[in-house]
T-cell receptor, first 116, second 111 residues
Framework: DTGVSQNPRHKITKRGQNVTFRCDPI?????LYWYRQTLGQGPEFLTYFQNEAQLEKSRLLSDRFSAERPKGSFSTLEIQRTEQGDSAMYLC??????????????FGPGTRLTVT | GQNIDQPTEMTATEGAIVQINCTYQTSGFNGLFWYQQHAGEAPTFLSYNVLDGLEEKGRFSSFLSRSKGYSYLLLKELQMKDSASYLCAVRVTSNTGKLIFGQGTTLQVKP
């Protein structure tokens, strides 16, 4: 399978704990995105990487959230001191890099986080 | 701010045609995407419009009017497997390519 993969698929954690999610994009894609989706809503943009550079962060991404993409390959999203409001599906997507054209984003299966 | 509106829910009959509307007011525009999302699964790409007009792809068509800030997704010959959420998303700028999504329209197809 050469699609976007995410691990773990499900994570249950207690409030106050730290969690880390991993995303492996399609290998030739240099753009990588993180989104958050709550029930009944569309995905909300969190952050964007062009290769290893994090070029945009949403205001939704508080200082408890940090994302990295070392070497421009896989990416990790860490949430420190989790809160119940962090419970959501965290989606990763990737796309080819150049501007213009359709270049749709390919989404991974997501990591469902439940904070108890 | 960015605003994308879609109906929350729609119901249609197997074999029929359904049109899902999307209106948008965004700070920029560099393309409109439609995605399908089955419950508990990842969104999958359906269509892309950047110029005014109709794009047809099999049973699915998508229309765009940039002057009206309006798009629709047309699904023909509905099948039970088309029961899903349909997400309208605008790419505001090509620099980052990030998508701004509407809340999604849950379509239920009945026999």
């Amino acid at each position: 399978d050469t699609g976007v993969s995410q691990n773990p698929r499900h994570k249950i954690t207690k409030r106050g704990q730290n969690v880390t999610f991993r995303c492996d994009p399609i290998s030739e894609h240099n753009r990588l995105y993180w989104y958050r989706q709550t029930l009944g809503q569309g995905p909300e943009f969190l952050t964007y990487f062009q290769n290893e550079a994090q070029l945009e962060k949403s205001r939704l991404l508080s200082d408890r959230f940090s994302a990295e993409r070392p070497k421009g390959s896989f990416s990790t999203l860490e949430i420190q001191r989790t809160e119940q409001g962090d419970s959501a599906m965290y989606l990763c997507a990737s796309s080819p890099g150049t501007s213009g054209a359709s270049y749709e984003q390919y989404f991974g299966p997501g990591t469902r986080l439940t904070v108890t | 701010g960015q605003n994308i509106d879609q109906p929350t829910e729609m119901t249609a009959t197997e074999g029929a045609i359904v049109q899902i509307n999307c209106t948008y007011q965004t700070s920029g525009f560099n393309g409109l995407f439609w995605y399908q999302q089955h419950a508990g699964e990842a969104p999958t790409f359906l269509s892309y419009n950047v110029l005014d007009g109709l794009e047809e792809k099999g049973r699915f068509s998508s229309f765009l009017s940039r002057s009206k800030g309006y798009s629709y997704l047309l699904l023909k010959e509905l099948q039970m497997k088309d029961s899903a959420s349909y997400l309208c998303a605008v790419r505001v700028t090509s620099n980052t390519g990030k998508l701004i999504f509407g809340q999604g329209t849950t379509l239920q197809v009945k026999p």
